[in-house]
């Protein structure tokens, strides 16, 4: 099959949840025999000979933005003949709507709509959106909390296919990473893995960390580790140093996703403090990791952990509560332990990047076959 991947961002170029399942996305699938077009604005060589790029134009027209979906628009007509689906990653208010809606009502182009989240903001405007929605020749959410929202709003029936990418752990020993990057035997590592931005909670949790008080986190040898980029990261590194906790919290800033294993074998405790979530890949990557999870009691997050199960839940927004689960976690070892392996063999029962590839293949030729 010739698939055609609107991607304006991707990894490596942006490290987001969304761009890091479409890269390894298409690598499985052209590991499966399928040609890729993508239309994106990044420089990454492919370095394949069944992968082809359409390099977005940014800046020929007034706004980027229109620039891109001119762009894709006009490219989408000159290759239709060669193209037999196009995949449209989609999150709230996604503007890849308007191109591709366009492309459909005036060539009949088949296209997939895969949703991952973003807020779930109201549409505006709401017609463009809710027609993008009604002719896709199929839909799927990421979770079921989407799927339920987006069905609600279109109409129309929806898949579930979890963003899965192919997770390894990491083959250096916990000793080595903490010597490598300048952590202590005796420490005790809480993770933050992700954006560093209001809906992702990153707040929450330096505020929960701080009211544990230097006292406590010095008795317990705690740190905790940031390991990514965003809005919030000037904000929440200028609170570190107003009050004096720069030797307890870290800023590792963004890594290539090749190195986020390490992440999860240094550390000894994985937060997740968000506001909101589709299915986040941290939290899935984090399971697989048999880490202790801490997650906030929202969808997205509480469809995957359950409380004092595989995890545990803490009210959304409630520093206070997230400091407990903290103080539970440090101070119940075997709680810590029992959490951690039921995470593991959950993700282990229930994931598969190669099955959720298939799932997607088989959609696509369906849709396909249909056509011819």
């Not at 890849?96 to 009949?108: D, R, V």
């Not at 890594?255 to 997740?272: G, N, T």
């Not at 899935?284 to 997650?295: H, S, T, V």
């Not at 009691?297 to 409380?307: P, R, V």
Request: with cysteine; net charge positive; proline share 5%.
């Amino acid at each position: 099959m010739n698939i055609s991947i609107l991607s304006p961002d991707i990894y490596p170029c942006v490290t987001g949840g969304l761009e890091i399942f479409n890269y390894y996305f298409i690598k499985e699938l052209v590991e499966r025999g399928h040609k890729i077009l993508i239309f994106t604005t990044c420089d990454h060589d492919w370095n394949n000979k069944n992968i082809s790029v359409v390099k977005l134009r940014e800046k020929f027209l007034l706004y980027p933005t229109l620039s891109i979906n001119f762009h894709i628009f006009f490219k989408l007509i000159e290759l239709r003949k060669w193209i037999d689906i196009v995949h449209v990653p989609y999150t709230s208010n996604s503007p890849l709507a308007y191109p591709m809606l366009l492309a459909k009502k005036l060539f009949n182009i088949p296209y997939i709509i895969l949703i991952h989240g973003g807020g779930m903001y109201p549409w505006r405007p709401k017609t463009p959106h809710k027609l993008f929605f009604r002719h896709a020749d199929a839909v799927v959410a990421v979770s079921d909390s989407i799927k339920k929202e987006y069905e609600k709003r279109s109409g129309r029936k929806i898949n579930v296919i979890p963003p899965l990418i192919p997770f390894r752990e990491s083959k250096i020993s916990k000793g080595e990473l903490r010597n490598k990057y300048g952590f202590g035997d005796n420490d005790t590592i809480i993770l933050y893995l992700g954006s560093i931005k209001k809906i992702k909670g990153s707040e929450i949790l330096l505020d929960a960390f701080l009211n544990l008080g230097k006292e406590y986190i010095e008795e317990n040898n705690l740190k905790l580790l940031y390991v990514g980029d965003g809005v919030m990261k000037p904000t929440i590194e200028e609170k570190v140093r107003e009050r004096n906790f720069n030797k307890y919290v870290k800023f590792f800033g963004s890594i290539p996703h090749e190195k986020a294993s390490q992440m999860y074998k240094l550390a000894d405790i994985y937060v997740i403090p968000s506001l909101f979530e589709g299915l986040p890949l941290s939290l899935l990557e984090a399971m697989f990791n048999g880490l202790p999870i801490i997650g906030t009691d929202t969808e997205g997050i509480n469809s995957l952990i359950s409380h004092r199960k595989n995890g545990l839940l803490f009210e959304r927004g409630n520093a206070g509560d997230l400091k407990e689960k903290i103080k539970e976690l440090v101070e119940n070892k075997d709680l810590s332990s029992k959490l951690g392996n039921a995470a593991k063999n959950d993700f282990s029962k229930s994931y598969n990047f190669e099955d959720v590839v298939s799932e997607h293949i088989k959609l696509c030729n369906d849709i396909v076959e249909e056509g011819l």
